[in-house]
């Protein structure tokens, strides 16, 4: 689904001495099927902003548009339950959400909600332990005695068990392992791809939105300070730095050598075999040993 | 972050009011709660409102904001109006609306009730507006002080005070948090039958105890790693210390007591 901010602003208790303005006249497109990284530091307005995808915070001035689905100041969506169908999020750290007595309930509570018949609540349910590479002898046991990892993944499972078509995923590797990060942010961007979802990721990893994203959105203070493709966006060390952003290590490793070495080396992409490769060739010539 | 609100929620600042010994404040509002019921004279009650009135401005917090963080108490300062306003049956009859007379003695006492519990409530609540919780909690502590003599647990008492007063918050962002994420997964809390609305609370209530359980122990852990023993030879990071401006409430306070006294009939 076609996503677009027009001019969203948000303010956090209005007239009161809190009132904190959270978003700033936001405004930004994203296609149906693309992988979008939001990256700002922590108070840019990241949680904020993801909140308005499904309605669950209404702009204080500005629109928003989830496929045909509109938000605007003052005037109540009828549909959002529809729109909360349609758009699945997994919050930060989304295993606080767990509640029923078994693993299986509480995966088919959202589809549940919703009025999805058992029978392909069933099917989803398999299907989403399947992808989240929970073991199906869980299913019967209580969330509440699972290992943290894996009630991370029941959570996530409940989400996908909704089968939206815009996901919206806030920080859902934040505490755990390396492994299981790796794991899991594979698992979303193969469901990307074979879904076709609409993605959008909130992340402080700018090696995962180097990774996965075909668009950045960067946040500061509650505004868009910068957009475009990854490559685009972290050419601009000195910007990201402005806001004490980082770029990836990759980057920062090629520009360093270019720098130091004097040689025409670009990043664009290669794998850390091919740059290897890249590398042995500059500096030994085009002896290049296999 | 939550838009709804607590009734004295505390505004930080660097006013008269802020600064002053949260003991005093205390020490304060007790006696003057106990002084209210000694006006009986328009001139009494003038100076009771003129102090509370002078306590609300130094304190620099608009003034539209102390009205609103009344709101929920209007409420009751008109029930206790109305029910002075009919029930009382002395003095002379001033009007009568649909038979039901209403006596003069009716509209003095419901105007006196109703301006005293309006006195006592925005002069408490300007000491939450004006004080952190744990500047209350550490002045309840040093005035219950001399009961420690008699073995009541004084310490225990306000350090589960502000425990419970620091995760009030903590608590309102999880449920906030916690909600969110289910109206995602399509519950819905404001619409549907008494029946549904229970059910929904569920999904809402078991992780908030799980979650609530789970940083009681991580706290009582945390407090014992640190070699927590209780009160004993405790001391403290904030003392708390009588300035010059807490000379000046004293003499404000004692004039007040003083000047209702004359004024009263």
Sequence with gaps: MDISFDKVSYTYQPNTPFEHRALDEVSFKINSGAYVAVIGHTGSGKSTLIQHLNGLLQPTSGEVKVGEYHLKANEKNK???????????????????????????????????????????????????????????????????????????????????????????????????????????????????????????????????????????????????????????????????????????????????????????????????????????????????? | MSNSMIIGQYIPGDSFVHRLDPRSKIAIIFFFVIIVFFANSVMSYGLLALFAIGSAATSRIPLTYIMKGLKPVWFLVIFTFLLHLIVTKQGEVLVSILGWEIYEEGLIQGAAISLRFFLLIMVTSLLTFTTTPIEITDAIEELLGPLKKVNFPVHELALMMSISLRFIPTLMQETEKISKAQASRGVDFRTGSFKDRVKAVIPLLVPLFVSAFKRAEELAMAMEARGYQGGEGRTKLRELHLGKSDVYLYIMFILLVIGLFLTRS
């Design chain 1, 79 to 290: 549909q959002l339950r529809n729109l909360r169908e349609q758009v699945g999020v997994v919050f930060q750290y989304p295993e606080h959400q767990l509640f029923e007595e078994t693993v299986a309930k509480d995966i088919a509570f959202g589809p549940q909600n919703f009025g999805v018949p058992q029978e392909e609540i069933h099917r989803r349910t398999r299907e989403a332990v399947k992808a989240t590479q929970i073991h199906e002898d869980l299913l019967e046991r209580s969330p509440f005695d699972l290992s943290g990892g894996q009630m991370r993944r029941v959570a996530i499972s409940g989400v996908l068990a909704m089968d939206p078509r815009v996901l919206v995923l806030d920080e859902p590797t934040a505490g755990l392992d390396p492994n299981g990060q790796k794991e899991i942010m594979q698992m979303f961007h193969r469901l990307h791809k074979d879904k076709q979802l609409t993605t959008i990721l909130v992340t402080h990893s700018m090696e995962d939105a180097l990774a996965y994203a075909d668009h950045i959105v960067i946040l500061n203070q509650g505004e868009v300070y910068m957009e475009g493709a990854p490559l685009e966006i972290f050419k601009q060390q000195q910007a990201l730095e402005d806001v004490q952003l980082d770029v990836p290590e990759v980057i920062q490793f090629v520009t360093k050598v270019r720098e130091q070495l004097g040689v025409e080396l670009e990043y664009t992409g290669q794998s850390i075999a091919e740059l290897a490769k890249e590398l042995t060739r500059i500096v030994k010539g085009d002896r290049v040993y296999e």
